[in-house]
């Protein structure tokens, strides 16, 4: 039969229950260890997210000045392809101006000029004959005397000047022709200038579309950054209450085994609680 001490208890079940004290002691032990380690990484890990998130917050700022220059040389270039736009229309006025001057003077050179020298040498064959009979005249004033200095008479001069007026109705009208070919050489550049300024129009709603996704997409960058500098700021607060908070724990839980380890010892020993 077991030895039985004084107060009657069984000094095995003593031991057992010292040790099962012993071991609960040694157990909050490591756990509470445990627990400061776990602090001690919460704090380093919120170090790396810490650092993670300021890396995030500065890609997102560079995103945003990236953004922002962007947006003002799509705005300088929009703005110089308005002022080029407006000059192919100032360009464009003074080609109108200029055709129709040309077309005024096609209509004067090859057709008024050249009417009026073909109208002025049909009347030289009456000239001409006018011409002879004054010459005559001029003959017979030279019997009686009557002399003049002329070098050709009346009727060669007229004769002169209708030979070297022959050609010159056909070279108007072949001047003529070359300004409304040169009205015509206008008029393809006219229509090539319609086609760049179609082009820029063009160009100018694209970027005018650009401007508008660029715009948004800068309000949700801004938006990121709002969220990355709030998550940063809760990140900066909660930290060091998190991870100091389970260092205290877990070393208030390693003093706190002294008690049971006292007592496993005690009652290891027979001495009760």
């Known amino acids: 039969m077991p030895e039985q001490q004084q107060d009657g208890s069984n000094p095995s079940s003593r031991r057992y229950l010292g040790w099962g004290f012993t071991a609960l002691g ?36 560079s995103t945003a ?21 407006e000059g192919i229309d100032d360009f464009r006025a003074g080609l109108v101006d200029f055709d129709a001057a040309l077309g005024d003077m096609s209509v004067l050179i090859g057709d008024d000029l050249a009417g009026s020298v073909e109208s002025l040498r049909a009347s030289f064959p009456g000239l001409i004959e006018v011409a002879d009979v004054l010459d005559q005249v001029i003959v017979a004033l030279a019997f009686l005397g009557i002399e003049t200095d002329a070098e050709k008479t009346l009727g ?21 022709d070359l300004l409304e070919e040169g009205r ?21 709603s694209e970027f005018a579309e650009a401007a508008v996704l660029f715009e948004e997409y800068r309000l949700g960058v801004d938006d990121a950054r709002s969220t990355v500098g709030g998550a940063e700021s809760d990140i900066d607060r909660w930290r060091p209450v998190a991870g100091w908070a389970l260092v205290a724990a877990g070393a208030l839980m390693v003093l706190w085994q002294g008690v049971p380890l006292y007592l496993g010892s005690r009652i290891r020993r027979g001495r009760g609680f």
Not at 65 to 84: F, K, M, N, Y
């Open 26 to 61: 040694l157990a909050g032990i490591v756990l509470g260890v445990a627990i400061v380690v776990l602090g001690f990484v919460v704090l380093e890990l919120t170090d790396d997210v810490s650092a993670g998130t300021t890396v995030v917050s500065d890609v997102l700022d």
């Open 65 to 85: 000045e990236g953004i922002d220059t962007a947006r003002s040389i799509l705005d300088a270039t929009d703005e110089g392809l308005g002022s080029v736009d």
């Open 156 to 176: 060669e001069a007229f004769r002169e000047m209708d030979q070297s007026l022959q050609d010159i109705p056909e070279k108007l009208r072949t001047q003529g």
């Open 184 to 204: 015509s050489d206008l008029a393809a550049v006219r229509t090539s200038l319609d086609q760049i300024e179609t082009s820029l129009d063009r160009m100018r």
